[in-house]
């Protein structure tokens, strides 16, 4: 079969790529090795998907190139998106700094996109397996379901995050073949594991959660933190872990919005447990683990104000050095990918290859937690969708 333009993943990028390539009247042809199209935009944002954020802008993006993301942003922003979602009547809300959610279910928008494909004659092989690809004169792709060739080829095969439900490495391993380099992978938006000693200290508090504050290389991020059975999840540890490299450590303000050195010293001559004392800011439990762990099970009255002065501190700043991350299985996105040098950042075609795109996660843009990476798969989709 012979197309204008094949795309590799039916998910978010690919399939807003096909709805504008075949606006612009090219014949459209999507391959997914899945049964299902859209696997990662149902299963986001706890099946409400976060489909965007009000507030986006480059510097919620991390990659080599911080301008990169740039003009894509600009052609498709999120006011695009929701007027898309409108076209459909499909209804969504703000949660909170201005994520984006579906009121109903991301299934929403998985069929408003699968409507609009269809509408503009977008043609699907889904349950394909890709064996090859190779360039002559056109774009030859060898796949199980026969040979397939095209003008232009557009890579939206995503990262390697969640491989239960489709993700693989195609996506990098065709950008090495045409000779594109490839940034470092790493997974990103991740829990981070405690060492063997911290996890048996802190096993059964799994489940407790606090609001913190984690510094992790110069960079603040505040919000949710939940302990687990192996470390630490959350919005705030998954925001880190962006951020986290192996072997360094993080250091975490337990209590951020409270003056405690003040009030452990306003409350010095108190005949309260520590962490009794303690319990008033942060979890019971969590304030009895802390100070039996470090030795401080005492009245506050019987600490000299250095000692308070060190409990304050290390409350507020403490230390800990991840042993790793949950890993892909866990990630919910890819760090780094495709080198944006190879790249046009306003058509998503690479340079070296006339014809070859990239779009979304294949890319070394990673978008912080809040709706961020979809809004680059739109805006990067919509991008190559205007010019393959
Ligand atoms: C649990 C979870 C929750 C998330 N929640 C949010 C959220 O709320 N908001 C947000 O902004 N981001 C969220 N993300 C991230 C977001 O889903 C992705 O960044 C986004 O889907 C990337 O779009 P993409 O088009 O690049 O890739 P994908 O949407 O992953 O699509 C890639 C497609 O390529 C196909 N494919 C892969 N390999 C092959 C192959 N070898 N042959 C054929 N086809 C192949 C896949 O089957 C898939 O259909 C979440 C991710 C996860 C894992």
Request: proline letters at 3%; one cysteine or more; a positive charge.
């Amino acid at each position: 079969m012979n197309k204008e333009v094949i795309i590799l993943g039916a998910g978010a990028s690919g399939l807003i790529a096909a709805i504008e390539s075949a606006r612009r009247k090219r014949s459209v042809l999507v391959i997914d090795h899945m049964k299902r199209i859209g696997n990662k935009i149902r299963i986001s944002g706890g099946g409400r998907c976060n489909f965007t954020n009000l507030h986006v802008t480059a510097e919620n993006y991390i990659s080599l190139n911080s301008h990169f993301c740039k003009s894509a942003l600009t052609q498709f922003t999120p006011a695009d998106f929701m007027a898309l979602l409108d076209r459909h009547h499909i209804r969504y809300g703000e949660r909170s700094e201005g994520q984006l959610f579906c009121i109903r279910t991301a299934e929403d928008i998985i069929s408003a996109l699968q409507k609009e494909a269809t509408a503009g004659g977008v043609d699907f092989s889904l349950g394909t397996v890709i064996k090859k690809m190779r360039k002559q004169k056109t774009f030859e792709l060898v796949t199980d379901k026969g040979l397939f060739t095209a003008d232009s080829v557009i890579v939206a095969t995503g990262g390697l995050s969640y491989p239960d439900i489709g993700a693989t490495n195609l996506g990098y391993t065709i950008a090495k073949e045409f000779g594109l380099k490839v940034t470092r992978l790493r997974p990103g938006l991740v829990p981070l594991l405690f060492d063997k000693n911290t996890a048996r200290q802190f096993q059964d508090l799994s489940g407790t959660s606090l609001n913190v504050e984690i510094s992790c290389k110069g960079i603040r991020v505040s919000g949710g933190m939940l302990m687990t059975h192996t470390g630490l999840s959350g919005p705030a540890v998954l925001q880190a872990s962006l951020y986290w490299e192996e072997g360094e450590s993080i250091a975490i303000n337990l209590l951020p919005e409270t003056d405690l050195l003040g009030f452990l010293t306003d409350h010095s001559q108190s005949r309260a447990q520590l962490a009794n004392v303690l319990a008033s800011f942060l979890p019971k439990r969590f304030a009895q683990r802390w100070t039996e762990m470090n030795d401080l099970a005492r009245p506050l009255c019987q600490f000299s104000p250095r000692e308070i002065g060190h409990i304050a501190h290390n409350l507020q700043n403490w230390e800990i050095r991840p042993a790793g991350t949950a890993g892909f299985s866990k990630a919910e996105v890819t760090l780094g990918g495709v080198d944006t040098g190879e790249l046009s950042s306003k058509t998503m075609e690479s340079k070296k290859v006339p014809g070859l795109y990239f779009i979304g996660e294949v890319i070394d843009v990673t978008g912080q937690l809040g709706g961020f990476n979809l809004q680059w798969a739109w805006s990067s989709g919509y991008a190559a969708g205007q010019h393959a």
